[in-house]
């Protein structure tokens, strides 16, 4: 038996500095012991997942928002679950984002999960620690962390 040492990581996509301290703030409630990792464009948040998967455990978390400046969360999906590095890291779409056709193009893409962010902040806290809560605690993932007999 080992000792459990493993640190998520819980890498977010969000431009939003309100929306992000809301994940901050979600972790802490939760008591959630991570590795928090931010990014707020398309381009820096597929350079971080990239980087992160290489050393272990990388992130077992993604959490995309679609509208963000230029490398928009739709591509940031359809890029990831595409990537044999990364398809396997569960990946979360939290956004405004209503429409149909984006939901649609999540799940085609490969996405985990779909949320639309409610207005009010309770209710976006309380949806925030539901679904950190789930995919951190709830749900067995895998781990490149090896224990010896």
């Known amino acids: 038996m080992c000792a459990m040492t493993f640190r998520p ?19 802490e ?18 350079a971080a997942f990239r980087a992160a998967r290489q050393r272990p455990p990388g992130p077992c978390l993604a959490i995309v928002d679609l509208n ?28 405004t984002s209503e429409n149909p056709g984006d939901l649609e193009l999540c799940y085609r893409a490969g996405a985990n999960a779909y949320h639309v962010k409610p207005v009010e902040y309770a209710e976006h806290l309380r949806m925030v620690r539901r679904l950190l809560a789930y995919w951190l605690r709830d749900v067995a993932q895998q781990t490149s962390e090896r224990c010896e007999p």
């Open 29 to 46: 409630l939760e008591q959630i012991v991570s590795d928090l990792r931010r990014a707020e464009s398309g381009e820096a948040f597929l």
């Open 68 to 95: 963000v400046r230029g490398v928009d969360g739709r591509e940031v999906v359809r890029e990831a679950k595409a990537d044999p590095e990364l398809r396997a890291t569960p990946l979360v779409v939290l956004t």
């Open 9 to 27: 990581c819980v890498l977010v996509l969000e431009d939003s500095d309100e929306d992000f301290d809301t994940f901050v703030m979600g972790i």
